[in-house]
């Protein structure tokens, strides 16, 4: 089929990878494309078996999720494609759709007897890139090709790209006559997402049918460069060609920016969605359920899908929703990105979420580096981003409200994440654990930027290692400086101030940040939102710190500076809409943890990404997995989740930085343990130092 | 001659299937899928879907005995037979499971064992005529077989 495989320019990438070595060559395309086949029904095994064969394909066949999972586990690089049945005794369809789509980012075609719109939807949401009803003819299969190509070429793109490319080379097409059966790509949100997908473009086709998925990790630095870059030409004039110049970051192409603004955008929009309801950030800040209101809507989504996944327990989820959507009592405004777990891993979503609070933060200031100390995996650039969001915010109301009701999601979320390796899922237990702290910590210091940051966070934390790096860029999520006028009272003095990254004592950190923030700080108001959401109780709010450190930015050590300074029980004041949200989510974290011990941010952001390896044992590799999955493929997904329950919330910010804290937050809060039940964040009244480590 | 004879015979035996709507267009699917390589390719499908799907009924029919009925898990077992009837082209087999979801939705206990009763009726005809069918062609030759009508 593509003759041309020299193309060579697929050169990055790991592009051998995609096929055997030396395997099929690209000319024989799609010839060789290697299916793994997931079906209960030893019936309809047996004819896709041969239909696939039929189509000149490899085909491995299994009767059993779980042996699917380990298959492809063991086999990394084994497999091109999936395709699994969604009705199977021992694993759901869309959950095993999800461990892959996170493990393994390969394209998952979903199919079923059902042709109920609302599994095919579920399909969609869950990430699935086309569904087929059965019964399956051979033509619908003759097609299932071109989703590893697409997914391989926009990867490839986005490796190779330097902006030279310009959007309007890539055409989205329906490719209806490509896809016989996939009613359900087209229109599809994700297929729409992926713009970049040529189809005109065989050529690139086939040399990005050999390359591997190259993954842009968002590190903190390179997200304060792309929010520098954003803040400089104005978040309205923002294009990614330009931005890309403007970072000038080499082997960064126009596809990674322009995803990940659009990640940006969609948590600026929201943050100055929340913010907008509450002119103060306090108030923001301190209902975290408010917030949650509006990102009810996103984050159930999210929820749900988390839920499905089992990552996020159903309480859990539907406690998130209910916070977020019953409390929203005076704060509605932030719609705290909630870090959908899933979004988090599965970048898909992440954009709408964050995006929304983030178009205002652009406009401000500078990227406050909110993160900046944020130790935990909270990376700079996930700081940045909220800092970002909660300068457009204007209100960090974003943040408060989101905190609220996205704190206890952030931090379930984080919990989640943190649950040392199990957090994730609390009932899923799923691999991601290690994930969500990471992913966690990010956005916490980012607030509602947190959703943007997460996601970049994510990438890093997923490192493990990345964590840490978060704390050294301070700079990055200077916290939206602007939002700190708003703030006022609102607990996030981190402000800009590096002095006040001196998060370590948590109550203190949250008065930080509020300060700070309005300084325009670095400080990550996130993380005050976080504290603001549990005023006081100090849970362990180690996380909640660490957001603000990060917002004290610039400090090399950031996210301690911000803390330190604080130290004081003061709630975060709800500046932290944005960091609170990273925040929380750091809390969350390290609120699960139970151990709270790190109130030094910087050390906690580390702290809190390492404890989560460590609890997470093992998590690690899989949360580097994810991480680097998510990295690799879109900016931050960092979905932010709400938190349904006070408690959770409390669970939150009583660990600030403490993993374990945030864990156990969100673990208690999915028990629905009342815990602190600080119903009402408000950040004003949040004491970072009442949160028990 | 007698194959001739054979051949046709089988032909218009396979016609009737798709005219009295006991197989169809699926059914073709699986005949395209046979080759050389899988001479009796739809044969083994059509055995393997028999011996798995009768594990199915099998668990439908206890739980038709159960009280209350669980329509839940009925309709998840219906759904999953469904599946493979779909998968061989077994056309008023699916119909038949189409149905009993139907009640299963409603919660009309009666009106799944009725129609329960007609499926099983309807899976042993096609089960019959299917091993029939394949015992012929056998005897006939697998080559002549190549030539297969197409559905219209």
Redesign the interface.
């Known amino acids: 089929m593509n003759p041309s495989n020299g193309k060579g320019s697929m050169s990055t990438a790991s592009s051998s990878a995609a096929w055997k070595a030396g395997d099929v060559v690209p000319d024989q395309f799609p010839a060789g494309l290697r299916v793994l086949v997931v079906d209960d029904d030893p019936t309809c095994l047996v004819i896709l078996e041969k239909m696939l064969r039929a189509c000149l394909y490899e085909v491995t066949k299994c009767n059993r999720a779980e042996i699917a999972l380990s298959l492809l586990r063991e086999n990394k690089n084994g497999f091109d494609i999936v395709i699994s049945d969604v009705h199977m005794p021992d694993m759901d369809g869309f959950k095993l759709l999800e461990h892959i789509g996170l493990e393994m980012d390969l394209p998952v075609i979903m199919m079923s007897a059902d042709d109920g719109k609302n599994v095919v939807m579920k399909g969609v949401t869950h990430g699935a890139c086309d569904y087929l009803i059965k019964p399956v003819r051979i033509e619908a299969l003759r097609n299932i090709w071109q989703h590893v190509v697409r997914k391989r070429k926009n990867e490839w793109r986005e490796l190779e790209q330097s902006g030279s490319v310009e959007e309007g080379d890539r055409q989205q097409k329906p490719c209806d006559d490509l896809d016989y059966s996939s009613s359900a790509n087209e229109g599809n949100w994700k297929s729409s997402k992926k713009r970049k997908d040529e189809e005109e473009e065989t050529e690139e086709r086939d040399d990005s049918s050999t390359l591997k998925k190259p993954r842009v990790v968002w590190s903190v630095e390179l997200h304060q460069q792309f929010v520098a870059a954003v803040n400089q030409l104005g978040i309205d004039k923002a294009v990614p060609k330009k931005i890309l110049e403007l970072m000038n970051v080499p082997g960064l192409t126009r596809e990674n920016v322009a995803s990940h603004l659009q990640k940006y955008r969609l948590y600026l929009r929201r943050l100055s969605g929340v913010s907008q309801h509450h002119s103060s950030l306090n108030n923001s800040f301190m209902s975290p359920e408010a917030t949650f209101g509006p990102m009810s809507s996103l984050n159930g989504l999210d929820l749900q899908t988390l839920a499905v996944t089992g990552q996020l327990p159903a309480q859990s989820l539907a406690n998130l929703q209910a916070a977020g959507l019953g409390r929203s009592a005076a704060k509605s405004g932030i719609p705290m990105p909630l870090i959908d777990q899933r979004n988090l891993f599965s970048f898909e979503n992440p954009k709408s979420r964050f995006g929304e609070g983030q178009q205002q933060h652009l406009s401000s200031s500078k990227p406050m580096n909110l993160l900046h100390g944020i130790p935990t995996t909270m990376e700079p650039k996930q700081l940045a981003s909220l800092h970002q969001s909660a300068q457009s915010l204007g209100n960090m109301n974003v943040q408060v409200n989101s905190h609220g009701a996205q704190s206890s999601s952030l931090l379930m979320q984080m919990a989640k994440t943190q649950s040392r390796g199990n957090i994730l899922n609390e009932s899923a237990g799923s691999h991601l654990p290690t994930l969500p702290s990471s992913i966690g910590q990010p956005i916490i210091s980012n607030g509602i930027a947190g959703g943007v940051i997460g996601r970049n966070e994510i990438g890093d934390n997923g490192r493990g290692t990345g964590y840490n790096q978060v704390a050294q860029t301070s700079s990055m999520l200077s916290f939206p400086m602007n939002h700190t006028t708003e703030l006022a009272g609102n607990n996030f003095p981190i402000g800009s101030t590096p002095g006040i990254s001196n998060v370590t004592s948590k109550g203190a950190f949250h008065e930080e940040v509020n300060s700070e923030i309005k300084s325009s700080a670095g400080f990550v108001p996130s993380y005050d939102i976080f504290n603001d959401l549990h005023p006081q109780k100090s849970q362990d709010w180690e996380l909640q710190n660490v957001g603000l450190h990060f917002n004290a930015s610039q400090n090399a050590n950031p996210v301690q500076g911000n803390f330190n300074a604080s130290q004081n029980a003061n709630p975060v004041q709800g500046n932290l809409d944005v960091s609170s949200s990273v925040l929380v989510h750091q809390g969350y974290s390290s609120r699960q943890q139970g151990s709270g011990q790190n109130r030094n941010i910087s050390a906690m952001g580390r702290t809190m990404f390492s404890g989560l390896e460590a609890t997470g044992q093992g998590n690690e590799q899989i949360m580097d997995q994810l991480l680097n999955n998510l990295i690799v493929d879109t900016p931050v997904r960092v979905k932010y989740e709400r938190f349904s329950d006070t408690s959770s919330q409390n669970a939150l910010f009583a660990d600030p930085f403490g993993q374990e804290d945030l864990m156990s937050a969100l673990l208690k809060q999915q028990q629905g343990n009342t815990g602190p039940a600080e119903p009402d964040f408000d950040f004003d009244g949040y004491s970072i130092d009442n949160i028990p480590v | 001659m007698e194959r001739n004879q054979m051949h046709k015979h089988i032909f218009l035996m396979r016609q009737s299937f798709f005219d009295q709507g006991l197989l169809d267009e699926?059914f073709i699917?699986?005949e395209?899928?046979q080759d050389d390589a899988?001479p009796n390719?739809v044969e083994?499908?059509v055995t393997?879907?028999y011996r798995?799907?009768s594990r199915i009924i099998l668990n439908i029919e206890q739980s038709l005995e159960r009280n209350p009925l669980d329509f839940n898990k009925l309709d998840?077992y219906m759904?999953?037979f469904?599946?493979?009837s779909?998968?061989?082209?077994a056309k008023k087999v699916k119909a038949e499971c189409t149905q009993f979801r139907e009640y299963c939705r409603a919660g009309n206990g009666e009106g799944c064992m009725r129609t329960f009763q007609q499926l099983k009726k309807e899976y042993a005809i096609l089960k019959r005529k299917l091993e029939n069918y394949f015992q012929q062609s056998r005897q006939a030759g697998p080559s002549e077989t190549a030539c297969r009508p197409r559905m219209n």
């Open positions: 699926q699917q699986l395209e899928l899988n390719f083994e499908v393997l879907y798995d799907s998840n759904h999953q469904k599946g493979s779909t998968s061989i082209g």
